[in-house]
């Protein structure tokens, strides 16, 4: 079982910048999995956002290329989101995910507010 922990949500005014942290627990090879974030605005559906494989192969979704950098911290079993120049439409709760053939997790996620 794996227990993901999202941190670093709040609020931030328009060209602001943010760090989520994930932080992933339990009996599980964090190297070994596909971590990603994803994110459900109000009233939406959820959407990925972001992903890097075992392998530090990075994809980002169209939205946020250039402003958002996914990264690992393998020996704290910590996936982070960067985000950079923050619009009021990057509003959402943001999801870790982790993904590995069969296994796939999701923590409970952090809100992300971008307002003036």
């Known amino acids: 079982q794996v227990q993901l922990v999202e941190s670093g949500g709040g609020l931030v005014q328009p060209g602001g910048s943010l760090r989520l942290s994930c932080l992933a627990s339990g009996r599980f090879r964090f190297s070994f999995y596909r971590m990603g974030w994803y994110r459900q605005a109000p009233g939406k559906e959820r959407e990925y956002v972001a992903s890097v494989t075992s392998g530090s192969k990075t994809n980002y979704a169209d939205s946020v290329k250039g402003r958002f950098t996914i990264s690992t911290e393998n020996a704290e079993n910590t996936v982070y989101l960067q985000m950079n120049s923050l619009k009021p439409e990057d509003t959402a709760v943001y999801y870790c995910?982790?993904?590995?053939?069969?296994?796939?997790?999701w923590g409970k996620g952090t809100l992300v507010t971008v307002s003036s």
């Open positions: 995910n982790a993904l590995y053939v069969g296994d796939n997790y």
